[in-house]
C-alpha cells in the first residue's frame, strides 16, 4: 500500500479563504514533498520539506512537518480559483517514493 | 530548458497486445522515474534508475512489465501482453539526484494515456 494518505479526499471552498490539507505516513523518510496536478499543466512539485525541518514557507504554501506524529500539512492561504487542482504528498524514504491518494481542491470564484 | 519529454501521448491498444512508452529527461538528471497513475489515484512508482542502473523495481510487474535506460539518458517502458486494468496514465519524471535518496524535486512529463480494450 502507498505510504502517504492525504486528508481530506475533497475540499471546496471560496475564493479567498485558507485551505489545509494533511499527510500521514507510515515510515521513516527523508524528506516529504507535495506536488499539484491539473489537467492543464501535469503534476508540478510545490515544495520539499526535510526531516530535519517543521515548517516552510513558498509564496502562499506552509508546509509543516512532523516527524513525531509521522504528518504533514499543506495550507495555501487567499486561495485563488486558479489553485483548484489535485494535491498529493510524496514521501522519500531513502531509496523508496511513494505519492499519496491526493487532496481534490476545489476554489469557487 | 526543456522539460521532460515523453511519446506518445495517447494509446489505444486490445488486450494481449504490446505496447511501448519513451521518455526523454532533463538534460543532466541522473535519476529517471516510471509511474502509474490510475484515475483517481495517486502515481505509484513502477521503476526507478540512477544513471542506466535500477534503484527500485519493486513494484514493477515483471513478468508483464520492462523497462531499459541504455547509456543513462532516455528511457523506454514496455507492457507484454497489456490486460485491462493496465489502462492508466503513465508518468516520466526526473530528478538531478547525482546520488540515490537525494534531496532534489522531481519534473515531470506530460504522460501518455494508455486505454487497454
Known amino acids: 500500500s502507498q505510504q502517504g494518505e492525504e486528508d481530506p479526499q475533497a475540499l471546496s471552498i471560496q475564493e479567498g479563504e485558507n485551505a489545509t490539507m494533511n499527510c500521514s505516513y507510515k515510515?521513516?523518510?527523508?524528506?516529504l514533498q507535495w506536488y499539484r496536478q491539473n489537467s492543464g499543466r501535469g503534476l508540478v512539485h510545490l515544495i520539499l520539506?526535510?526531516?530535519?525541518?517543521r515548517e516552510k514557507h513558498s509564496g502562499r504554501l506552509r508546509v509543516t512537518l512532523d516527524t513525531s506524529k509521522k504528518s504533514s500539512s499543506l495550507l495555501i492561504t487567499a486561495s485563488r480559483a486558479a489553485d483548484t487542482a489535485s494535491y498529493f504528498c510524496?514521501?522519500?524514504?531513502?531509496?523508496?517514493?511513494?505519492f499519496g491518494s491526493g487532496t481534490k481542491l476545489n476554489v469557487k470564484p | 530548458e526543456a522539460g521532460v519529454a515523453q511519446s506518445p501521448r495517447y494509446k489505444i491498444i486490445e488486450k494481449r497486445q504490446s505496447v511501448a512508452f519513451w521518455c526523454n529527461p532533463i538534460?543532466?538528471?541522473?535519476?529517471l522515474y516510471w509511474y502509474q497513475q490510475i484515475l483517481g489515484q495517486g502515481p505509484k512508482l513502477l521503476i526507478q534508475?540512477?544513471?542506466?542502473?535500477?534503484?527500485?523495481d519493486s513494484q514493477l510487474p515483471k513478468d508483464r512489465f520492462s523497462a531499459e535506460r541504455l547509456k543513462g539518458v532516455d528511457s523506454t517502458l514496455k507492457i507484454q501482453p497489456a490486460k485491462l486494468e493496465d489502462s492508466a496514465v503513465y508518468l516520466c519524471?526526473?530528478?538531478?539526484?547525482?546520488?540515490?535518496?537525494?534531496?532534489?524535486?522531481?519534473?515531470f512529463g506530460p504522460g501518455t494515456r494508455l486505454t487497454v480494450l
Open positions: 519524471a526526473s530528478s538531478y539526484s547525482p546520488v540515490a535518496g537525494g534531496n532534489n524535486e522531481q519534473f
Open positions: 515510515t521513516s523518510i527523508n524528506n
Open positions: 520539506i526535510r526531516s530535519n525541518e
Open positions: 510524496a514521501t522519500d524514504d531513502f531509496n523508496k517514493f511513494y
Open positions: 538534460s543532466g538528471h541522473a535519476t
Open positions: 534508475f540512477q544513471n542506466n542502473g535500477v534503484v527500485d
